[in-house]
């Protein structure tokens, strides 16, 4: 049965675009079965190449036509002019969305560092204050529990973020992370800073471990030996892997929860089964579900 007490608990969900039909089949599938958990919105993310910012565009079109959700979609810096990017986020605007999360973005494949277009944004901060220049767009920033890998110090990175926040940032989404003191500190630096805004933790529920070790070695997430440990011999058992993944991301979040957080954005990885499980163990449930409850 739904925990009563958990039904405030606001979620959101991260989509990608997918490369192909049976990707874009399941993508839809995905996000019919999370609507009925009545998410805060739906986020899709921009790639760091053309072609997938076309289907970023696509896809966010399409929820606005289809469904009753509120898209966010992810804005970068990356490969465009100033000029390039903002006309996207008119369009955008003018299409009805009203969320955007605003990023520097990452390099291309087979790029290591950060090149900024010669007329381009060189950080999140100066996209953020040009978004907000050109429509009232409710604005999401990246926050880093473990600090940005690129970051040349703690105190850098709660810098940045400050300044992403003066710039217009409405809220903040992190990264995901494992271990959940890491966020608690990093929540702490951000009040220490004066950031006042809310800060949304990033939950990754481990469809595939091995990706996300891999996956969390570019993006600076640390896998702790606790969470090895626990998926450790389980490559040949679907089945118990998802049952030891729910019960690792709903434990995350019931800490948070008694920290007081009480919106998490999940990372589905347009998969909707165990991202489902995990809200319905901490709580979030269909309308009609928790009013029968
Ligand atoms: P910024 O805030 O600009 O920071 C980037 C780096 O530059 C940091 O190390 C910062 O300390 C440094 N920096 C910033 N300003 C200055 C300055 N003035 N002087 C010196 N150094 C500075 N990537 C994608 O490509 N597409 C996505 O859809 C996407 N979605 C994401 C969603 C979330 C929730 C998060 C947390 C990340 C996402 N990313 C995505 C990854 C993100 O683009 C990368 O982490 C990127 O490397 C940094 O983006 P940012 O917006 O945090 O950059």
Known sequence: ??????????????????????????????????????????????????????????????????????????????????????????????????????????????????????????????????????????????GYPEVHPCSPSEAADTENLKRKVDAGADRIITQYFFETADFLRFRDRCARAGIRVPIIPGVMPIFNFTKVQRFSQGCGAKIPQWLADRFDGLDADPETRALVAASVASEQCNHLIAEGVRHFHFYTLNRYRLTYAVCRAIGVAPAVTAKAA
């Open 1 to 142: 049965m739904a925990n009563p007490a958990n039904r405030h608990i606001a979620v959101s969900f991260e989509f990608f675009p997918p490369a192909d039909d049976a990707g874009e089949a399941r993508l839809w599938e995905t996000i019919n079965q999370l609507a009925p958990l009545e998410p805060e919105f739906l986020s899709v993310t921009y790639g760091a190449g053309g072609s997938t910012q076309v289907h970023t565009d696509r896809i966010v079109r399409r929820i606005l036509k289809e469904t009753r959700q509120c898209p966010t979609a992810h804005l970068t810096c990356v490969g465009q002019s100033r000029a390039e990017v903002l006309e996207r986020a008119r369009n955008w605007w003018k299409a009805g969305v009203r969320s955007i999360l605003a990023l520097r973005g990452d390099p291309p494949k087979g790029e290591h560092t950060f090149q900024p277009h010669p007329d381009g944004f060189q950080h999140a901060a100066e996209l953020v204050g040009a978004l907000k220049e050109i429509a009232p767009f409710t604005i999401g920033v990246g």
